[in-house]
């Protein structure tokens, strides 16, 4: 069976980050943008971020341009955008695709683990949400409308 463990994705700067090292944490897989309606969500993701990582909680932001060319920066760009704007200190990926034939597999995983409204897989907008249990298995999925605060209840049930 596979879990989140059995893939990797590159960080920004282009180190493979092998997702076996979130063992054991409940972890949030966000597709994220800068140019976005929703890219204030960063506040509410890095607040989560602070409130539960020393629980097990990992918030993992995965940059990606598929939805209005809203994520257009370089890396390095997209580095500074997070951390002068947001302060974001949670980890950062390099950008990737989440439809298509080119979406990176872990995004392919969880579209399969869980649909979207009436088991449509395709990912619709930026800053829709995966949160993934201990085991790395049981995925629920989160519109991008889904405010990061509101998701605190059922991270507080996984930790």
Known sequence: MTTLYDFSAPLLGG??????????????????????????????????????????????????????????????????????????TFPIFSKVMVN???ALPLYQWLRRKAPGLLGVQLIPWNFTKFLVD?????????????EPTDLAPAIEKLL
């Open 134 to 146: 201990r085991s790395g298995k049981n995925v629920q999925r989160f519109a991008s409308a889904t």
């Open 15 to 88: 180190a493979e980050q092998q997702l076996s090292t979130y063992r054991d944490k409940v972890v949030l897989v966000v597709n994220v943008a800068s140019k976005c309606g929703f890219t204030p969500q960063y506040t509410g993701l890095e607040k989560l971020y602070e409130t539960y990582k020393d629980r097990g909680l990992v918030v993992l932001g995965f940059p990606c341009n598929q939805f209005g060319e809203q994520e257009p920066g370089t890396e390095a760009e997209i580095a500074a955008f997070c951390d002068l704007n947001y302060n974001v």
């Open 100 to 102: 298509g034939r080119g």
